[in-house]
């Protein structure tokens, strides 16, 4: 099994470049289903959970082409609706084949995902708008079974603002019958990155204030579509620099989509400025101050995948900082490692309460998930000493060549099996 060995103390400068975003690209990728002919992917991250939902397209009969981050995918000749449970079981994100199959076949096998590391994370939210659309849905030897001769459109309100149910309805109802509405939705900025693709490529999305209305079309007809750069691994690399007191330019062809996390670090001391003409993200370490107060809110409030990162910037701030995470039980599995690194942390509930401390020193520790390990990793790159981590595949889920990344401004990061 792979491990970083990661030896601290080593400021990061230089340029890098941001990957195309996970959590954009797998329901992009799912919604390749919703076609009749070729779709082409361009800037797709090269990652384990990419690979998955690859695997989970070949299982149901999709032929696909992966290279140099371009994929293609061809939908026309499906021959299964079945998602197994060995692939939903290590990627919960399978689910999203769920909504473009009812919407083209009418029928489909998920394995129902129980919990993960990050608790519980029940789907009933995407089951009851599947419902609404005139799918009927029941539960058969650990699976999902839903079928609809055809959906149609419905006012659907999803109560709590699920991303994946946000996305997954919207596969749904492009091509169905009529009209749906959608209150209550999500409003992360990956949602409109699938929304930008599904409506360049023939559907009809509208966001209005209140809800989201899909006007279903009969077919869809596909374009080439480069997904946009992952605001997660900018915060990441972002925060690897203030961590070790140095300056880092990270290429971002986007817009200003982590203002919630940028104003955190800003209230730290810290410089971070968005040069949108240029493209560049600059993150400059400034002198540490202040208590920060975060509570993790869905967009555009602090994102919940963040907070680890966050919490490890925090555990060596001055003064005592309060994370409050509203989106996930379980998210604090990074608490306990950063201890066993010398942290100054107390869970109550819900939140922690963080007592800045002057050093980390380095020690033996383990990913739970992908963003508490990327939390680790940036605290072995401040940390005296050298770190070992364990249990990386979780931070492959998710992070494109980040050892390459690093080292390539400075880091000492190295790969090992153990
Ligand atoms: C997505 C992201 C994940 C991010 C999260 C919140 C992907 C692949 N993953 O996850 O990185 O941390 O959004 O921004 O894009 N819930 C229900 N019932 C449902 C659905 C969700 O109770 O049917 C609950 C979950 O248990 C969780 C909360 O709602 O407590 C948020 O879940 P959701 O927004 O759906 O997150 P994901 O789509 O799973």
Request: charged letters at 25%; one cysteine or more.
């Amino acid at each position: 099994m792979d491990s970083f060995r990661i030896i601290g103390g080593q400021p990061l400068f230089g340029q890098l470049t941001i990957s195309g975003s996970k959590n954009a690209a797998l329901p992009i990728i799912a919604a390749s289903l919703l076609f009749k002919e070729k779709v082409t992917l361009t800037n797709i991250p090269e990652l384990a959970d990419i690979r998955t939902m690859i695997k989970l397209l070949n299982i149901l009969g999709a032929e696909t082409t992966f290279e140099n981050n371009r994929l293609t995918i061809d939908p026309t000749d499906l021959r299964s609706d079945q998602a197994p449970y060995e692939l939903v079981k290590t990627m919960r994100a399978s689910i999203y084949v769920m909504g473009p199959l009812l919407a083209t076949k009418g029928h489909t096998r998920v394995s129902f995902p129980g919990g993960c590391s990050l608790g519980v994370r029940p789907i009933d939210i995407h089951l009851k708008g599947f419902e609404k659309l005139g799918a009927s849905i029941e539960v058969n030897g650990g699976d999902i079974v839903g079928k609809a001769k055809y959906l149609k459109g419905s006012e659907i309100n999803l109560g709590f603002p699920s991303v994946g149910a946000t996305c997954n309805l919207i596969m749904a109802a492009v091509l169905a019958k009529g009209i749906t509405k959608m209150k209550n939705f999500a409003k992360e900025p990956e949602i409109w990155d699938l929304v930008e693709f599904l409506n360049r490529s023939g559907a009809k999305i509208m966001r209005k204030e209140e809800y989201i209305e899909i006007e279903g079309v009969e077919a869809l007809s596909p374009i080439e579509y480069s997904v946009m750069p992952d605001r997660i691994e900018l915060g990441t690399l972002g925060a690897a620099a203030l961590i070790t007191g140095g300056e880092i330019k990270l290429k971002w062809q986007h817009s200003d989509i982590i203002s919630s996390f940028r104003e955190k670090l800003e209230d730290m001391g810290h410089h971070v400025h968005l040069d949108e003409e240029e493209g560049i993200y600059t993150f400059k370490a400034g002198k540490m101050k202040g208590n920060i107060d975060v509570r993790t809110l869905p967009y555009p409030g602090f994102p919940t995948d963040l907070q680890p990162l966050l919490g490890v910037l925090l555990s060596l701030n001055k003064g005592t900082s309060h994370i409050h995470e509203t989106i996930f039980e379980n998210r604090f599995m990074w608490v306990p490692e950063l201890e066993r690194m010398g942290a100054d942390i107390h869970k109550e509930g819900e939140s922690i309460i963080i007592n800045g401390v002057k050093t980390l020193q380095a020690a033996p520790i383990m990913a739970s998930d992908i963003r508490a390990g990327a939390s680790l990793v940036l605290a072995a790159l401040a940390a005296k000493g050298e770190t070992i981590i364990r249990r990386i595949y979780h931070i492959d889920r998710g992070y494109e060549n980040l050892e390459k990344k690093l080292s390539s401004v400075g880091a000492k990061i190295f790969r090992e099996k153990i």
